[in-house]
């Protein structure tokens, strides 16, 4: 790479409107899949409230775990 396109790629801290949304978006996708392989194995019932609980618990420990 060039010094002045390196540079500049370390020192952006990026738009934490981005994080957020691709953060919401995989934490609802990964919960439902999760809910949904756990319906499918007689763990648990399959309902939108669980789907959206899990997905804030993984919403809130990704977004602590990707903050410095």
């Known amino acids: 790479m060039s ?3 390196k540079a500049g790629m370390e020192s952006s801290e ?3 409107r981005v994080l957020v949304v691709i953060n919401l978006v995989l934490s609802v996708g ?3 899949m999760a809910i949904y392989a756990a319906d499918l194995a ?9 789907v ?3 997905a804030a618990i993984i ?3 990704g977004f602590i775990v990707s903050m410095d």
């Open 59 to 61: 919403f809130v420990l």
């Open 42 to 50: 007689n763990v648990t019932t399959f309902t939108w409230s669980r």
């Open 14 to 16: 990026g738009d934490i």
């Open 3 to 5: 010094g002045d396109l």
């Open 30 to 32: 990964f919960a439902g």
């Open 52 to 54: 959206l609980g899990f």
